[in-house]
T-cell receptor, first 111, second 113 residues
Framework: QKEVEQNSGPLSVPEGAIASLNCTYS??????FFWYRQYSGKSPELIMF????GDKEDGRFTAQLNKASQYVSLLIRDSQPSDSATYLC???????????FGTGTKLQVIP | EAQVTQNPRYLITVTGKKLTVTCSQN?????MSWYRQDPGLGLRQIYY???????DKGDVPEGYKVSRKEKRNFPLILESPSPNQTSLYFC????FGGGDTQYFGPGTRLTVL
């Protein structure tokens, strides 16, 4: 059983729409949650991190964490073609220094 | 410029020929890690290091070795590469550990024939 699950997509949204990306995890002890963006042929780069239940907003991006339901999501408002990339969810289980990534969701923003 | 560097960026080798992929960071980060990325499997952690001389296994350590003799360097060693180690490899570092933001190197594409 995979520890961090993401829908592989592709998720296609029109330009200007809201893109919603979801991630579930199996370890209830997980404490740190990250969203990375990876353009084709490039290395991952951090979009957002979240540690506490609730919402965290940064510009057009909002991360949502629900530890009871063991899911974390990323909302991208006013999606732009430049947002087209693969979005990776990553989870760290506190005292352990291991980091587990999901397989990523490919987002396509259609002009 | 703060960065993580990896060398080589591309490597084609043959089965059984020992190789080393270097990784270096100039941010004085405590934590360094190696990942491999394969289609459909995502990023999988190979080894990580919390500090000099402190290393631990990730999810897929078989066939790999690492060392952390200096804080800035974290080489990945394949002593007897096999075709199933053909992959895209990323080195990453973070200031405090696995619960902190990681900064990734540009990647090394390895092909083992």
């Amino acid at each position: 059983q995979k520890e961090v699950e993401q829908n592989s997509g592709p998720l296609s949204v029109p330009e200007g729409a809201i893109a919603s990306l979801n991630c579930t995890y199996s370890d209830r002890g997980s404490q740190s949650f990250f969203w990375y963006r990876q353009y084709s042929g490039k290395s991952p780069e951090l979009i957002m991190f979240i540690y506490s239940n609730g919402d965290k907003e940064d510009g057009r991006f909002t991360a949502q964490l629900n530890k009871a339901s063991q899911y974390v999501s990323l909302l991208i408002r006013d999606s732009q073609p430049s947002d087209s990339a693969t979005y990776l969810c990553a989870v760290n289980s506190g005292g352990y220094q291991k980091v587990t990534f999901g397989t990523g969701t490919k987002l396509q923003v259609i002009p | 410029e703060a960065q993580v560097t990896q060398n080589p960026r591309y490597l084609i080798t043959v089965t059984g020929k020992k190789l080393t992929v270097t990784c270096s960071q100039n941010m004085n980060h405590e934590y360094m890690s190696w990942y491999r990325q394969d289609p459909g499997l995502g990023l999988r952690q190979i080894y990580y290091s919390m500090n000099v001389e402190v290393t631990d296994k990730g999810d897929v350590p078989e066939g790999y070795k690492v060392s952390r003799k200096e804080k800035r360097n974290f080489p990945l060693i394949l002593e007897s590469p096999s075709p199933n180690q053909t992959s895209l490899y990323f080195c990453a570092s973070s200031l405090f550990g696995g619960g902190d933001t990681q900064y990734f190197g540009p990647g090394t594409r390895l092909t083992v024939l």
